[in-house]
C-alpha cells in the first residue's frame, strides 16, 4: 500500500482552507484518510501551515511519500531537512547531538526570517493606508478650498453689484433733489 501525505480541500468556494492528511495514494482527494496531520490555509499572507510536526516527521521517516505542494510545506517548516539530518545519524556520518543542533539552529533563523515577513508586509501595509490617508486629506483640503474659492466669488460678484448702486444711487438722488430744489 502507497501512502501519501497529501491535501484534502474543505472551506467554501473560492475561500479553499485544506486538511494535511495521511492517506492511501488509491483514496480519492476528499476521501478516505488514515490520520489528520494539520491545516494549510493560503488566503493568508504569508499563509498558514499549522500542522504537527512529530508526526509527519514519523510517517516521512517510515516512507510515506509527499505530494509537491505538502514537499514544499515541509521543506518549509523544515521536516525534510531534519529527516535529512536523521538519515546521516542513521548512517553514522553525524552524531545526534549534531543533529539536534543543526536543526534547532537552522529552526531558529528560519522563524527570525518569518518574522520579518510579518513585520515589512504589517509595516507596508500601514505606509500604504497612511499614504492613502494623506492622499484623501489632500484632496479633502482641495475640495474645501475650492469651495471657500467659489463662496468667496459668489460674495465678490453679488457684493460690487450693490455697492455700485448705493453709489450711484445718492449721485442720481443727489442731482434729482438740487433739480427739484
Known sequence: ?????????????????????????????????????????????????????EKAFQWMMNGAQPTDTVKAMLS????????????????????QETADSRFTEWKETKEVKIEEKRTSLGNAKDAAKKAAFDAETKVKEARAEAIRQREADKLAANAPAPAEEATEAPAEGGESTEEQA
Open 1 to 53: 500500500m502507497a501512502v501519501k501525505i497529501r491535501l484534502a480541500r474543505r472551506g467554501r468556494k473560492k475561500a479553499a482552507i485544506y486538511d494535511i492528511i495521511v492517506a492511501d495514494a488509491r483514496a480519492p482527494r476528499d476521501g478516505k484518510f488514515i490520520e489528520k496531520l494539520g491545516v494549510y490555509n493560503p488566503n493568508t499572507n504569508p499563509a498558514t501551515i499549522n500542522f504537527d510536526e
Open 76 to 95: 518549509y517548516k523544515g521536516i525534510l531537512y531534519r529527516r535529512h539530518l536523521q538519515i546521516g545519524v542513521i548512517k553514522g556520518a553525524i552524531s
